[in-house]
Structures are given as structure tokens and as C-alpha cells.
């Protein structure tokens, strides 16, 4: 089979490493990788080198990424992402394209696809995030797809409620918990080399995305953040920077600014997936609002503080604390999450997302799966 795989962003591509190294070395399967949006991009620190790093081979690297991220600029690359994605298929004409998530460039390879109807694999439908637009591009890209593979039973009733065949729907767990399971993360003095700084006080993570259908813009919303942590002097901030959405430049501005005041405070384009998991294992707990702070996060028992509504309607862990974008009510949060009464109530916590065997789980209903004739969708009413 040949297997066309959109990855877009450092977010997508780790958590569809493992199951890329399952593709690689199965005989079956003829991988083709595409890498698509911030990956190609400097601003974002060209995240295209950590598959590369990896030793996968990139089939073919699709630009689209604008030099600003207005709303004009996002529908551009989409423009041109569409454009670019149907003449990579009209050239060289896949089997199946696999693609994951809710981004506006995995949108683009899918509607493409449909013109040349190509069956499309979608893992992580299902699943409900009202505070960001991505919420409607997930549930577009799921009714434009023929297979599909959730990370929990609740995502898996609702992908059949968009009307979905259920014989196509499979509940797989999450792939970032293979990860957790599989890979040989850093210990403390390792990863202190890898960042080349010293984890001498407690420490956070913080990882803030626009909340792109909020009502304050993304400058509001992160100054908000900001001035939570500016109260957090004893401690040490680590901050990923933001994607290619609206504003996200706006908001790695702002951490470049607060780094350069605050010397307890550093700034990554991107720590790569065994890094970033690597520093959730030792740090006292997370903030922001990245879907990582629901699916992944709670498998290493560390709180996680989720701010806004870009994540709400996620299935969540006890782990996890909701706050409004309010300075006071952000740092009310960090307060109760690192006091020793709500960290011991975490040391039993389970993950609702499976035991880290997705990826096994997904080659072997791909491989079992019946591609013929399944273009042709009916809509799966609910009686």
C-alpha cells in the first residue's frame, strides 16, 4: 500500500513517531511522508529536522506558510495548500493518505483527496474543542474520511453520531501514551545537558496557544498568562513557543520579551518529542493550553493547568484544572495544584486513553481493512 502521511507541525509529528516507525519497518506499506506548514517554516524553527533526525525519509516537503498569521494569511496557505496537495496526488496517486487532528493544513490534504478520491485515515476525530476553530475543521475532516481510530470511547460515539459507519470507527487509545510507554526519555542530569540549564528550583512548563474563537485577542489572552507567572518568582519557566495560527507569532513575541526581563524564565521553538516529554516527567507541573496537557500529561501524575476554552469538551483527567483567562484565577490554579493534598490525590490517577498500543492497534485494521468501495459514503443515521 501506498501511504501518504501529513505531518504539519511538531505537535502532529510526535505523536505520529511511533506509528511512522511501525510503517517504516512493515513490508506492507510504501511510506511516503509529507511535511506540511510550520514544519517548513524558520519562524517555528524548521521542526522538518526532527524527522529527519529520526531517520525518516521526507517524500515531499509542501511550503505554505506565510510570512504573517493574519486571518487573510491563514486562508492564503490554505489556498495554496489545497493547490499543492492536489497536484502531489495527480502526480503521484496514493492508495491512502493517514492524516491526524484538526489543523487547517491536514484539512487542506483531505479536501484535495476527495477530488481524487483517495481513502483517508483520520485518527483523533471524535473529539470536541469549542474554544478554537479547530473544532469544525476535525469534525469536516471526519466526514470526508473512510477510517477512523479515537483515543477513548466517548470520541468514538460521537464520530458515529456524525453519522459514520461504526464497523469504521475504532477506539485505539492515544498515541502519545505509546510514546510514555516506549521511549527512553531523559533523567534529570540529561536533560539539563540537552536544555543547558540547571532544574535547581521547582519548575513549569508552559505551552499557549490562541484560543482563536475567543473574544480577547491573543496579545489579552497571554498578557493574562504572563502576569500569572510574573508572581511565580522561585520558580523556573519553561515555555514552548506557539503554532501557525492566528496570532501565534504575537504570542512568541511575548515570551521572547518576558524571557529577556525574567531571568528565571526560557524560550524553546521546539524541544522535539523526547524532550518535551522528557521535561513533563521532571517538572511540578504544566500550563497553558495544548491538548498534550490532556492526553499525555496525565500519565506522568502531573497537574496540568488548562487555560480557556481551546480544550474545552476533551474527556479530563483528574489531574486537570480549568481556568478562566484571568490573571488571579491562573495563578489561584497553580496555587492549588502544587499543594501536596491535590498532587497526593494523583499518585493512583489512570489515563482514559489507552495502555500505549495504539500504533499496533492501527497497522493491524489498516493491513485488515477493506479499502474497496468505500468512497462511496452513506450517512449512518441515529435512530
Do not use: W
Not at 528550583?201 to 504572563?226: D, R
Not at 496570532?247 to 518535551?276: C, H, T, W
Amino acid at each position: 500500500m501506498k501511504l501518504f502521511v501529513i505531518t504539519s507541525s511538531r505537535a502532529d509529528y510526535g505523536l505520529l513517531r511511533p506509528l511512522l516507525l511501525r510503517i517504516k519497518g512493515d513490508n506492507f506499506f510504501d511510506l511516503k511522508i509529507i511535511a506540511t506548514g510550520s514544519h517548513l517554516s524558520k519562524d517555528f524553527g524548521y521542526t522538518y529536522k526532527e524527522i529527519t533526525n529520526d531517520k525518516f525519509h521526507i517524500f515531499k516537503k509542501i511550503d505554505i506558510v506565510q510570512s504573517h498569521d493574519r486571518p487573510v494569511d491563514i486562508a492564503n496557505s490554505s489556498a495554496i495548500a489545497i493547490k499543492s496537495f492536489g497536484q502531489l496526488y495527480a502526480k503521484h496517486k496514493p492508495d491512502a493518505i493517514f492524516v491526524l487532528g484538526d489543523r487547517y493544513e491536514v484539512f487542506c490534504s483531505v479536501f484535495a483527496a476527495l477530488f481524487f478520491k483517495i481513502p483517508v485515515i483520520h485518527y483523533s476525530g471524535g473529539e470536541k474543542t469549542i474554544g478554537a476553530y479547530d473544532d469544525s475543521i476535525r469534525h469536516s475532516i471526519t466526514k470526508m474520511s473512510h477510517l477512523h481510530f479515537v483515543s477513548c470511547l466517548d470520541y468514538r460515539k460521537r464520530v458515529i453520531q456524525l453519522g459514520e459507519n461504526p464497523k469504521h470507527v475504532f477506539n485505539v487509545g492515544s498515541l502519545g501514551i505509546d510514546n510514555i510507554k516506549n521511549l527512553k526519555l531523559f533523567s534529570k542530569s540529561e536533560l539539563e545537558q540537552s536544555l543547558n540549564l540547571k532544574l535547581s528550583k521547582p519548575t513549569f512548563l508552559v505551552s499557549y496557544y490562541p484560543e482563536t474563537l475567543s473574544k480577547l485577542t491573543a496579545k489579552q489572552q497571554f498578557q493574562q498568562v504572563l502576569e500569572a507567572l510574573s508572581f511565580f518568582k522561585n520558580h523556573q519557566i519553561i515555555f514552548t513557543k506557539s503554532n501557525a495560527d492566528n496570532d501565534g507569532r504575537i504570542i512568541s513575541k511575548m515570551i521572547d520579551q518576558f524571557v529577556e526581563i525574567n531571568p528565571n524564565a526560557y524560550a524553546f521553538e521546539s524541544l522535539g518529542v523526547v524532550r518535551y516529554l522528557s521535561v513533563i516527567k521532571h517538572v511540578e507541573l504544566v500550563i497553558g493550553n495544548s491538548s498534550s496537557g490532556y492526553t499525555e500529561v496525565p500519565s506522568f501524575n502531573v497537574p496540568t493547568i488548562n487555560i480557556g476554552n481551546r480544550q474545552k469538551g476533551r474527556v479530563k483527567a483528574q489531574s486537570i484544572i480549568d481556568v478562566e483567562i484571568d490573571a488571579f484565577k491562573i495563578k489561584a490554579g497553580i496555587i492549588t495544584a502544587l499543594k501536596k493534598e491535590f498532587r497526593n490525590k494523583l499518585k493512583n490517577h489512570k489515563s482514559p486513553f489507552g495502555y500505549g498500543d495504539s500504533s499496533l492497534q492501527i497497522i493491524k485494521r489498516i493491513k485488515r481493512f477493506n479499502f474497496d468501495d468505500v468512497i462511496q459514503k452513506e450517512f449512518n443515521d441515529q435512530v
